[in-house]
């Protein structure tokens, strides 16, 4: 059952006629019929007796009438809702993210919005998350997303959005001999990693000290070299096979679909970090905060479902994409 099919059966009930419903509606009157054999077929009932003069509605058809309007009146004030919804969000919004984060969400981010909220005009502001942090503090960015446990798990307005796992990266094709039995892993237990030299951010940034804190409990001390200012920079280092990097897959999501940059495993232990996504206070009411908002929640479960962001996602609100299915609907 679909709107359309609603609105011919009510326009044929009105008209008391297929050609009246097809001449008000101006559509062919066999695409009227067949819309609503369609539909008796699909609910068991006849909805009208034909005769000389057209049509006439059954006593199923009278009590599926009252049904049909109730369904389309509903239809049309959740359109109406979401148009006002639209036309309402006006402003700029600032979202504080890392380079990675940035990398996989940032262009279906705004895509989705210049489609749904054309008057909402998004930045992005990148930086380590020890810089997000700061800024989220001294409210220079609206919405932020985050790493730090221990400063997002029990704040206000605040959501863990997604537990993203962590890969060692390596090129398929590495020209350093030494990565040359690694190009065959498919999993490495994290206390190999000290075997090898690897790419790490700033000393202060949240993965440098995931990763140190995890060598300290296992007693070992990690090779490490400074990474490159941008992040494009050290993967493009890597690709070409002359180093390794620890990163979650939204930052190589674009390298791995084209086969660039490979992905092995860390296991003994898994490694994982949760993704905060914090809403400032001061902009708790701001409409266009609020729709941005959400958005990066439903953009974050389908980048999870296609695999591009892995992990666990732990916001679930979108997982099954009800923000589509609701527009669906309201399309018909």
Known sequence: MNTKQLAYFLSTAEQGSISGAAKTLDVAQPAISLQLANLEHELKIKLFERNFRGVALTSAGEQFEEHAR??????????????????????KVVVGLSQSICNVLSIQLQTELEHRFANVELTFRVGPSYMVENWFAEQQIDIALCYNAELNKNAANTLPLLSENLYLYISPRPKNPSYSELSLFGSIPFESLQDYELFMPDKRDALPELLVAQAEKLGIKLKTRNAFGQLMTTLHYVSQGFGLAIYPSSATCHLEACQQIRAINIIQPELKRDVFLRLSDHQRKNAAVAAVFELIRETTANLHADHSWRGTLLDTKYRQSSVINVESAVAG
């Open 70 to 91: 109730l369904i389309l009146n509903q239809i049309n004030q959740a359109k109406l809702a979401l148009i006002g919804q639209q036309t309402q969000c006006k402003g």
